[in-house]
């Protein structure tokens, strides 16, 4: 299936941990995001990456590192997790400018 | 500050019935406007995008309108159905930044029988 995939779709971790959430996207795109959509259902832009370089990179504590290993993964990496980073965090790709096409979400709990 | 805001935040409509959602914006300067259904537990995905110079724009039975003067854009549902319970998202294209995104909170709509 062409598609914007996530793993995991759920992340249950305590405060302090770090963990990663991987994205890969089959649609030949050459930009990739990450977005936060917090209690209040609003999307906000994190990062975006067009053909592994960095584009856009919002005002994100550091502990928010992305990593694009090729044009068809964007991973994003937090460290010492805390309670307000609970959100659902996603995945999107596009052709620059053009339509972007989201992932399913991966739900982050921090307990 | 470049925001969107949408109305009502919540409603609920009679399977079969009409409904309009409206969005409001600041954006500028503004590349494109596009509507996105987010179905609960998953990703938005896109029903229309219009440019400056469209004022409607239709995928079956959604219809959204642009008036670019007003800043105002329009979202109608047309003979609802269940499945059109969801959430719908504005989403104004801020020309400049790799054309970054700008959210609405979303209205969400809840058909019944």
């Known amino acids: 299936d062409t598609a914007v995939s996530q793993t995991p779709k759920y992340l249950v971790t305590q405060m302090g941990n770090d963990k990663s959430i991987k994205c890969e996207q089959n649609?030949?795109?050459?930009?990739m995001y990450w977005y936060k959509q917090d209690s209040k259902k609003f999307l906000k832009i994190m990062f975006s990456?067009?053909?592994?370089?960095?584009?856009i990179n919002e005002t994100v504590p550091n502990r928010f590192s992305p990593k694009s290993p090729d044009k068809a993964h964007l991973n994003l990496h937090i460290n010492s997790l805390e309670l307000g980073d609970s959100a659902v965090y996603f995945c999107?790709?596009?052709?620059?400018?053009?339509?972007?096409?989201f992932g399913p979400g991966t739900r982050l709990t921090v307990l | 500050k470049n925001q969107v805001e949408q109305s009502p935040q919540s409603l609920i409509i009679l399977e079969g019935k009409n409904c309009t959602l409206q969005c409001n914006y600041t954006v500028s300067p503004f590349s494109n406007l596009r509507w996105y259904k987010q179905d609960t537990g998953r990703g938005p995905v896109s029903l229309t995008i219009m440019t400056f110079s469209e004022n409607t724009k239709s995928n079956g039975r959604y219809t959204a309108t642009l008036d670019a003067d007003t800043k105002q854009s329009s979202l109608h549902i047309t003979a609802s159905q269940l499945s059109d319970s969801a959430s719908y998202i504005c989403?104004?294209?801020?020309?400049?930044?790799?054309?970054?995104?700008?959210f609405g909170g979303g209205t969400r709509v809840l058909v019944k029988p």
């Open positions: 990456y067009n053909n592994k370089e960095l584009i």
């Open positions: 989403v104004v294209s801020y020309k400049a930044a790799g054309n970054k995104l700008t």
């Open positions: 999107a790709s596009s052709l620059l400018g053009n339509e972007q096409f």
């Open positions: 649609l030949g795109h050459d930009t």
